[in-house]
T-cell receptor, first 107, second 121 residues
Framework: DIQMTQSPSSLSASVGDRVTITCQAS??????LNWYQQKPGKAPKILIY???NLETKVPSRFSGSGSGTDFTFTISSLQPEDIATYYC?????????FGQGTKLEIK | EVQLVESGGGLVKPGGSLRLSCAAS????????MNWVRQAPGKGLEWVSS????????YYADSVKGRFTISRDNAKNSLYLQMNSLRAEDTAVYYC??????????????WGQGTLATVSS
């Protein structure tokens, strides 16, 4: 199985800060990497697909980059409504594995 | 608007069975792959199973292979997950999610609200 390692596991930042989360795959997954946002008590929501493509209607402060084994998710200016847990997920190989999540809190 | 509504969760004893359903609307159901993803209480997301648009390709996580069966009825715009021989570790919120393609390997671009399955004596 491909292991997806996210860091950090939790993060506290201030409104307006630039926030970066990384995701490392245990083997090359090309660009088959998605980022999801999950707010407490809610279903996940896709934000970025295929490593760097912004999902329709998702604010442009969210972005993704990377290919191969190393990926980055960035929020350019943190907003209060961005409080959530963020997950990366690979779909290059079965099983389609998720990272362990990054819980983002407001400082 | 894409809508996915899960049902069928509940409390079941170890060794028992549950059948989850996911009713889809707002898109051409028969053109998209579908998936089940679960989340144990306080834990992360775990992919469970995927099915292609025409049911030609079906995949399972090792943790559920041989116990769970995914299926779909394109005439009824519905996805199912038959869960047998349930264990305590199957306790989770189960989400259905649409794949952005006819084939299973695709981003999960729409999710239902989830249904809770609790396995306990």
């Amino acid at each position: 199985d491909i292991q997806m390692t996210q860091s950090p596991s939790s993060l506290s930042a201030s409104v307006g800060d630039r926030v970066t989360i990384t995701c490392q795959a245990s083997q090359d997954i090309s660009n088959y990497l998605n980022w999801y946002q999950q707010k407490p008590g809610k279903a996940p929501k896709i934000l970025i697909y295929d490593a760097s493509n912004l999902e329709t209607k998702v604010p442009s402060r969210f972005s993704g980059s990377g290919s191969g084994t190393d990926f980055t998710f960035t929020i350019s200016s943190l907003q209060p409504e961005d409080i959530a847990t963020y997950y990366c997920q690979q779909y290059d190989n079965l099983p389609y594995t998720f990272g362990q999540g990054t819980k983002l809190e407001i400082k | 608007e894409v809508q996915l509504v899960e049902s069928g969760g509940g409390l079941v004893k170890p060794g028992g069975s549950l059948r989850l359903s996911c009713a889809a609307s707002g898109f051409t159901f028969s053109s998209y792959s579908m998936n089940w993803v679960r989340q144990a209480p306080g834990k992360g997301l775990e992919w469970v199973s995927s099915i292609s648009s025409s049911s030609s390709y079906i995949y399972y996580a090792d943790s559920v292979k041989g116990r769970f069966t995914i299926s779909r009825d394109n005439a009824k715009n519905s996805l199912y997950l038959q869960m047998n021989s349930l264990r305590a570790e199957d306790t989770a919120v189960y989400y259905c999610a649409r794949g952005r393609s006819y084939r299973p390997a695709a981003p999960f671009d729409s999710w239902g609200q989830g249904t809770l399955a609790t396995v306990s004596s």
